[in-house]
């Protein structure tokens, strides 16, 4: 994984609503070593995890720098790196580093990746990047990296449910004033 890897683990924590094993497993979709091992004990230890993820990025969005750096800092010595040198999980060719003991539980290395991930995030893209979905019925934090700057919802499935009850919305009150 690299510090990209990280950000979009941490976004993902932060989305998550964490109701059941499985939500997790969603979340964590792109980490199979994580996603096939969590447990209950895992989605408990989780939970604070996302919650100071959401207090950083609400900060980010609020641009408020003492904030942000308060949260992740929180965040970062709450839940500390501890690199481990991995000769692969199946093989030895795979060399790579994980952020925690990998003989741990899933939820120490993905706290510690979302923890580095985010501090990450704020250190390549500052504040002006980070936002909170537009759609009313959404409150997923989301990270903007287009050229002009004008993404304002975290999916295309948001924005597209936003913009087709927009489309239905005007052609009830065309179909009202006919």
């Given at each position: 994984m690299d510090n990209a890897d990280y950000l979009e683990v941490a976004l993902r924590v932060a989305n998550a609503?964490?109701?059941?094993?499985?939500?997790?497993?969603?979340?964590l979709h792109d980490e199979p070593w994580w996603a096939t091992r969590v447990t209950t004990d895992d989605l408990t230890a989780l939970r604070p995890v996302a919650d100071g993820l959401r207090k950083a990025l609400a900060a980010a969005v609020s641009n408020s720098t003492a904030d942000v750096?308060?949260?992740?800092?929180?965040?970062?010595?709450?839940?500390?790196?501890?690199?481990?040198?991995?000769?692969?999980?199946?093989?030895?060719?795979?060399?790579?580093?994980?952020?925690?003991?990998?003989?741990?539980?899933?939820?120490?290395?993905?706290?510690a990746a979302a923890a580095w991930g985010i501090a990450q995030g704020v250190v390549r893209y500052g504040l002006s990047r980070w936002g909170q979905c537009a759609d009313e019925n959404c409150d997923n934090y989301f990270l903007d990296t287009?050229?002009?700057?004008?993404?304002?919802?975290?999916s295309s499935r948001c924005a597209n449910r936003v913009h087709v009850a927009a489309h239905r919305s005007r052609q009830r009150s065309i179909d009202v004033d006919a």
């Open positions: 609503t964490l109701t059941d094993v499985s939500a997790l497993q969603e979340a750096r308060s949260a992740v800092n929180e965040l970062l010595e709450t839940y500390p790196l501890r690199p481990r040198l991995s000769a692969g999980h199946d093989t030895e060719a795979n060399w790579h580093i994980h952020v925690a003991d990998p003989d741990e539980p899933p939820a120490t290395e993905v706290a287009s050229t002009n700057r004008a993404k304002r919802y975290c």
